[in-house]
């Protein structure tokens, strides 16, 4: 049980799950043994064939080595070493101070030689960026600061940042000074935080294709089978009110009540499995699924939905159009549940190399702070299934003006 948790947390978390929304969050998690540890908290609901929750799905990850990456990202910002250097062009002399030296692994006699400094930056295109960021110095007076890699004196590759100023006299560039900064382990720390980043990626990526999988299969089975018996059963009544030798009018009245009970459970079922994953989706693709879903949000609500779309008909990848359909449909729920407007505008373009969604509303807005809460969950979900397809989101409302949510989905279509 997270133990940061409020009780009143927990029941929202639950009152989202019932609502068929994923919640991700970070918790502190205690061991058997009473310690406590960081974990990011990944859940989402499995309904039965009832459309029922019949438990949650969840992943649970120890973030404690990420949270130290980023406590030494945050030392490294203030305490990596700085050196400073200087070139006297007319003595053509080379000054490194003592942190310098030690940057670049040199013995403390170690005397500098001007025309092998650019040698020392790793050979290809870090070599190219020095050789042009020096001559604009030099002859434009234009400064410079970029991150690069150096082959220290022992051979060793580490990272630096160097930045580069010059001093003129009469129109001529007399002097060029910087300094190095040692930034190798603030890099390294960069790199471990994008891998755990990736990994926490593809545990988001997997469990929203288990649970998309799982509705799938749920769905089928509902809408195949369980719709198959209830409609042999209708058939078995019918005959059966047919072949009646007498019938006086209870009966008649009980097996009409029968028909019309399973007629109304067919549409349910109907219903309950389109929820679950429209079968639209699977078999005419993402528009005319956006298409299916504004008429059903018009069906159930007091909200005009205009959709419209550069395209009609586009094969998408199984999770590009999964994600952006629920996406979608979480957009259109936000809309009816808080936004008190009247009207939706949509708008997908599908473009070669990316997809951009666009739902705006004339409702009465939201503010940023609303806006970037973790109990906001609905803006949770849909930022955490942008992120999965490695997109981008963009909100934009002000109060009484209304909201509009752009994303960008990038995607390269197959010719």
Same mark, same amino acid.
């Given at each position: 049980?997270?133990?940061?948790?409020?009780?009143?947390?927990?029941?929202?978390?639950?009152?989202?799950?019932?609502?068929?929304?994923?919640?991700?969050?970070?918790?502190?998690?205690?061991?058997?043994?009473?310690?406590?540890?960081?974990?990011?908290?990944?859940?989402?609901?499995?309904?039965?064939?009832?459309?029922?929750?019949?438990?949650?799905?969840?992943?649970?990850?120890?973030?404690?080595?990420?949270?130290?990456?980023?406590?030494?990202?945050?030392?490294?910002?203030?305490?990596?070493?700085?050196?400073?250097?200087?070139?006297?062009?007319?003595?053509?002399? !080379?000054?490194?101070?003592?942190?310098?030296?030690?940057?670049?692994?040199?013995?403390?006699?170690?005397?500098?030689?001007?025309?092998?400094?650019?040698?020392?930056?790793?050979?290809?295109?870090?070599?190219?960026?020095?050789?042009?960021?020096?001559?604009?110095?030099?002859?434009?007076?234009?400064?410079?600061?970029?991150?690069?890699?150096?082959?220290?004196?022992? /051979?060793?590759?580490?990272?630096?940042?160097?930045?580069?100023?010059?001093?003129?006299?009469?129109?001529?560039?007399?002097?060029?000074?910087?300094?190095?900064?040692?930034?190798?382990?603030?890099?390294?720390?960069?790199?471990?935080?994008?891998?755990?980043?990736?990994?926490?990626?593809?545990?988001?990526?997997?469990?929203?294709?288990?649970?998309?999988?799982?509705?799938?299969?749920?769905?089928?089975?509902?809408?195949?089978?369980?719709?198959?018996?209830?409609?042999?059963?209708?058939?078995?009544?019918?005959?059966?009110?047919?072949?009646?030798?007498?019938?006086?009018?209870?009966?008649?009245?009980?097996?009409?009540?029968?028909?019309?009970?399973?007629?109304?459970?067919?549409?349910?079922?109907?219903?309950?499995?389109?929820?679950?994953? =429209?079968?639209?989706?699977?078999?005419? /693709?993402?528009?005319?699924?956006?298409?299916?879903?504004?008429?059903?949000?018009?069906?159930?609500?007091?909200?005009?939905?205009?959709?419209?779309?550069?395209?009609?008909?586009?094969?998408?990848?199984?999770?590009?159009?999964?994600?952006?359909?629920?996406?979608?449909?979480?957009?259109?729920?936000?809309?009816?549940?808080?936004?008190? /407007?009247?009207?939706?505008?949509?708008?997908?373009?599908?473009? =070669?190399?990316?997809?951009?969604?666009?739902?705006?509303?004339? /409702?009465?807005?939201?503010?940023?702070?609303?806006?970037?809460?973790?109990?906001?969950?609905?803006?949770?979900?849909?930022?955490?299934?942008?992120?999965?397809?490695?997109?981008?989101?963009?909100?934009?409302?002000?109060?009484?003006?209304?909201?509009?949510?752009? !994303?960008?989905?990038?995607?390269?279509?197959? !010719?």
């Amino acid at each position: 049980t997270p133990s940061e948790a409020t009780y009143e947390q927990a029941i929202q978390i639950m009152e989202e799950l019932k609502k068929g929304q994923t919640w991700s969050g970070e918790f502190k998690l205690r061991k058997k043994d009473g310690t406590n540890f960081p974990a990011q908290v990944t859940n989402s609901p499995i309904y039965d064939e009832h459309n029922k929750l019949s438990g949650i799905i969840g992943i649970s990850s120890d973030i404690t080595e990420k949270q130290k990456l980023e406590d030494l990202l945050d030392k490294t910002n203030h305490l990596a070493r700085i050196g400073n250097w200087e070139v006297d062009i007319e003595k053509a002399s !080379v000054y490194w101070s003592p942190v310098t030296r030690e940057i670049h692994e040199a013995d403390p006699g170690y005397e500098p030689d001007l025309s092998k400094g650019i040698d020392f930056y790793k050979e290809g295109e870090n070599r190219d960026r020095i050789r042009k960021c020096v001559q604009a110095c030099i002859n434009h007076g234009t400064p410079w600061d970029e991150e690069l890699q150096i082959v220290t004196l022992k /051979g060793n590759l580490k990272w630096i940042r160097t930045i580069g100023r010059a001093e003129f006299t009469d129109g001529r560039c007399t002097r060029v000074y910087g300094s190095f900064q040692d930034i190798d382990e603030k890099k390294k720390a960069e790199e471990n935080l994008l891998a755990i980043n990736s990994e926490f990626h593809e545990l988001s990526t997997n469990l929203q294709n288990v649970r998309e999988e799982e509705r799938m299969r749920i769905a089928r089975e509902i809408h195949d089978e369980l719709g198959q018996q209830i409609t042999g059963l209708k058939m078995d009544l019918s005959q059966l009110n047919l072949n009646l030798p007498c019938k006086d009018v209870l009966t008649t009245e009980l097996i009409n009540g029968m028909l019309t009970l399973v007629d109304e459970t067919v549409v349910s079922i109907r219903r309950i499995s389109a929820n679950l994953r =429209p079968a639209v989706l699977d078999d005419l /693709g993402l528009v005319a699924a956006m298409e299916w879903q504004s008429r059903e949000i018009e069906k159930r609500s007091n909200i005009k939905v205009n959709f419209t779309s550069n395209a009609d008909d586009v094969a998408l990848p199984f999770h590009i159009s999964t994600g952006l359909f629920r996406i979608y449909q979480e957009t259109l729920t936000n809309a009816v549940r808080h936004s008190n /407007g009247h009207t939706v505008n949509a708008d997908l373009q599908i473009k =070669p190399n990316s997809i951009t969604l666009v739902v705006a509303d004339d /409702g009465k807005g939201i503010d940023e702070e609303h806006a970037s809460s973790k109990k906001t969950f609905g803006l949770l979900g849909i930022k955490e299934r942008t992120f999965i397809l490695n997109g981008t989101i963009d909100i934009e409302s002000k109060r009484g003006e209304g909201t509009t949510i752009r !994303v960008s989905v990038p995607h390269v279509l197959s !010719v």
